[in-house]
């Protein structure tokens, strides 16, 4: 029982440690300024630091939102939560021929670079899935 609860204990500090809520006084100019001229409509800001990156949470138009940047407040990464009826064509194609009998649970999309990438998470009645997929289909195993 001793083991279970420092083990909890442990894993409990070290998530604290990877990410810290910071208040946005906290939050550089640069940083402040490129995310607020890229969402000029985010509601229900929150920050936190991620390893050296800026990380908001956010809400735009009722959709979840995740963005992180850099010191120079250059976006690295953003996530946005998008509806499957949203997937390109070559996307919905791609799961239908490689997840029959699986259907679409939640998308995020993800923009990583120039790159944009779907992680969809898949149901049936006994197995669940979540795959990265590409803007023309193709199955990828990790977002950068």
């Not at 670079?113 to 899935?129: H, P, S």
Request: proline share 3%; net charge positive; with cysteine.
């Amino acid at each position: 029982m001793k083991q279970k609860l420092l083990l909890a204990l442990c894993l409990l500090f070290s998530s604290l440690t990877y990410a810290q809520d910071i208040p946005v006084s906290s939050v550089p100019a640069a940083v402040m300024n490129s995310f607020k001229k890229a969402f000029p409509n985010a509601v229900k800001v929150e920050w936190e630091m991620k390893g050296e990156l800026y990380n908001a949470e956010f809400d735009v138009n009722r959709r979840d939102h995740e963005v992180w940047l850099n010191a120079a407040g250059a976006i690295v990464k953003h996530k946005q939560e998008v509806k499957s009826r949203e997937l390109p064509a070559a996307v919905s194609a791609s799961l239908k021929k490689n997840y029959k009998g699986f259907w679409i649970d939640d998308v995020d999309k993800y923009e990583v670079g120039k790159q944009f990438f779907y992680k969809i998470e898949l149901k049936n009645l006994t197995q669940e899935k979540n795959i990265v997929v590409d803007t023309k289909g193709l199955i990828v195993n990790k977002i950068l």
